[in-house]
């Protein structure tokens, strides 16, 4: 986790106490009573698990997230009110390591029903280069025999900028921008709320097996729309897509890591324009919650192109789609165009 990011826990425990006091000054029998009438209050830290929640959890919850559209999820600073919210709920859906004052605030919450997605499946350390070429991309191997151990991850990494994802030994969390690891999330997230809510267990089972099939035919737009590429390898300002890679054999060579909008050093500029010309890398792509500075100056340096591949850590009105479905299939037409996949 890039240190320029993190938010002291001092402020962090300051605001936690506020939220707690301002709690039991004006707490509501609602989180005993379930929330919303008869909600499942449900709060969520940021899209990915909101989009979760609200599609497992249907009409029997009232999911609150608490990155707003447009805010950088690494970036997110809690207010006392949202602290206080948390504490509120009869659920709470994260996923540790991506956000430091999310993660503080709700281990201080005493929320009874708190799930961290990290635990729901298997994390992996990726660096700034990703490789997937021994599994997954010919499509001969089912999508839930490769990735759920992680048995064969690669650990080979460049010797680019050297960053990694998250805390506890670098593990990557972006497991949502694989299919099939959010659909294992999914599973346990449905579980989750079986239990929370066993009064409405039966459709919570309905919604995931129906999110899990659309996330399975997802999987296999990608297997087959990424089966046949010029170049195996694509090029991004923001070091998200390390478990996009593994799964269907393809190279993210990151620019700077975690921070979407750092300045990559003459040295790494150098190194991409080798990489590029060597694997005929085309594009470089920024996202849509960072500025495409970095890209385009890369671009320009090295003569490739630029595009957009959404890491999904919010929905705004710039996004290519409307939800985490639509805009996956933006980032497979995105890949499609800029590897040279038939």
């Known amino acids: 986790m890039n240190v320029r990011r993190l938010i002291p826990t001092t402020a962090v425990a300051g605001a936690v106490v506020l939220g707690l006091t301002a709690l039991s000054a004006c707490s509501t029998s609602d989180a005993a009573d379930g929330g919303n009438g008869d909600q499942l209050k449900v709060t969520a830290s940021f899209y990915p698990m909101q989009f979760l929640a609200e599609r497992i959890g249907g009409e029997h ?21 949202q602290i206080g919210s948390i504490s509120e709920s009869d659920y709470v859906l994260y996923l540790k390591g991506i956000q430091p004052a999310v993660d503080d605030a709700i281990k201080q ?42 048995e064969e991850a690669h650990e080979e990494h460049s010797e680019g900028d050297g960053h990694n994802h998250g805390e506890e030994g670098g593990a990557d969390p972006h497991i949502w921008l694989d299919p099939v690891k959010y659909a294992e999330v999914a599973k346990g ?12 267990a039966a459709d919570y089972k309905k919604n995931t097996d129906a999110l899990v099939a659309e996330l399975g035919e997802l999987n296999t737009a990608y297997e087959t729309g990424l089966k046949n590429p010029a170049t195996k390898t694509f090029i991004t300002t923001h070091s998200a897509f390390g478990y996009l890679a593994e799964r269907y054999g393809l190279t993210q060579q990151g620019i700077a890591g975690i921070d979407p909008e ?21 594009t470089v792509f920024f996202e849509t919650l960072a ?18 591949l959404d890491p999904l850590e919010g929905i705004t009105d710039a996004s290519r789609g409307a939800d985490y479905i639509e805009v996956m299939e933006s980032n497979l037409a995105a890949l499609k165009k800029a590897l040279g996949a038939k």
């Open 61 to 81: 919850v009232a999911v609150t997230s608490l990155t707003k559209p447009g805010v950088e999820p690494h970036d997110l600073e809690l207010t006392p009110r």
């Open 109 to 150: 919450s005493g929320v009874k029903n708190t799930v961290d997605a990290a635990t729901l499946t298997t994390l992996e350390n990726h660096g700034s280069e990703v490789s997937g070429h021994d599994h997954g991309h010919e499509g001969e191997e089912h999508a839930d025999e490769h990735g759920h151990e992680g």
């Open 189 to 200: 997230v449905g579980k989750s709320l079986e239990k929370a809510d066993p009064d409405h």
């Open 262 to 282: 750092a300045e990559p050093s003459p040295a790494r500029i150098q190194q991409i324009h080798t990489i590029a010309e060597k694997e005929k890398a085309t």
């Open 291 to 308: 500025s495409d500075r970095t890209a385009k100056t890369l671009a320009k340096d090295t003569g490739l192109t630029t595009g957009v």
